[in-house]
């Protein structure tokens, strides 16, 4: 069994910064793909980044160049750096890790970007 808790949502204006932070209860180094999601009201959830166990990764469209994705070993943490965010970029984000073949998700963060 694996928990996953996001923290660092908030209220931020246009062309703001945020950080996610995604805690893991187990070590992450034997974790497969892990990544971020987002689901905006009355929209499907869709991904928004996700590193590979060999340190590769893939982004939306919409956020490239935008955000980037990264991880703490040690602190068994995965986090997801927002900048130049857009009211567009406002969703509940969820953090999701695979391990052994099982799908882990979090209860998600909400990011509300308004002015």
């Known amino acids: 069994q694996v928990q996953v808790v996001e923290s660092g949502g908030g209220l931020v204006q246009p062309g703001g910064s945020l950080r996610l932070s995604c805690a893991v209860s187990?070590?992450?180094?034997?974790?497969?793909?892990m990544g971020w999601y987002r689901q905006a009201p009355g929209k499907q959830r869709e991904l928004v980044a996700e590193?590979?166990?060999?340190?590769?990764?893939n982004f939306a469209d919409s956020v490239k160049g935008r955000f980037s994705i990264s991880r703490d070993n040690a602190k068994k943490t995965l986090y997801l750096q927002m900048n130049s965010l857009k009211p567009e970029d406002t969703a509940v984000y969820y953090c999701?890790?695979?391990?052994?073949?099982?799908?882990?998700w979090g209860q998600g963060t909400q990011v509300t970007v308004s002015s």
């Open positions: 999701n890790v695979n391990f052994m073949g099982y799908l882990y």
């Open positions: 590193l590979s166990p060999g340190g590769s990764t």
């Open positions: 187990r070590s992450i180094v034997s974790m497969d793909a």
